[in-house]
């Protein structure tokens, strides 16, 4: 068996002091962190799930877009965006498709809801 320096060194006794010290800093500094991200992480859930309304994930569309529930249309354009022809349009004018609107009537012309058709061009 080893037997012990006679003298120790001053860094060794200073070691042998703060050993205890540090352990018991160290479990305090570790639950005090844990507590701080326990209660963080609380606040960050109740405000996705506040933010969310308590519903989980909605679904989306087959295509990844977000449906909107969809309005009474009261204006329509047969512009180049345009890609269903109301009803309201078809009882107006008896045409069915926007090809025979434009044909018709012509290119970005406007139609509205409780109003008389527009005069078709010349």
């Known amino acids: 068996m080893a037997r012990p320096p006679a003298h120790t060194t001053l860094d060794a006794a200073v070691r042998a002091a703060m050993e205890p010290v540090v352990k018991r800093a160290s479990a305090a500094i570790a639950r005090a962190v ?3 991200a326990a ?3 609380e ?3 109740e405000a996705e799930v ?3 309304g308590g519903r989980g994930r909605r679904r ?7 449906s909107r529930p969809r309005g009474e ?11 269903r022809v109301p009803n309201f349009v078809i009882d107006m004018t008896g045409l069915k498709t926007k090809k025979q609107i434009v044909a018709k009537f012509g290119d970005g012309v406007v139609f509205e809801k ?3 058709a527009p005069k ?3």
């Open 34 to 36: 844990a507590e701080m």
């Open 120 to 122: 078709p061009k010349a």
């Open 50 to 52: 506040a933010r969310k």
């Open 39 to 41: 209660a963080r992480l």
């Open 73 to 83: 249309i009261t204006r329509w354009a047969a512009d180049r965006r345009a890609r």
């Open 114 to 116: 409780g109003k008389p």
């Open 43 to 45: 606040v960050e859930l």
């Open 60 to 66: 989306r569309a087959v295509n990844g877009a977000a």
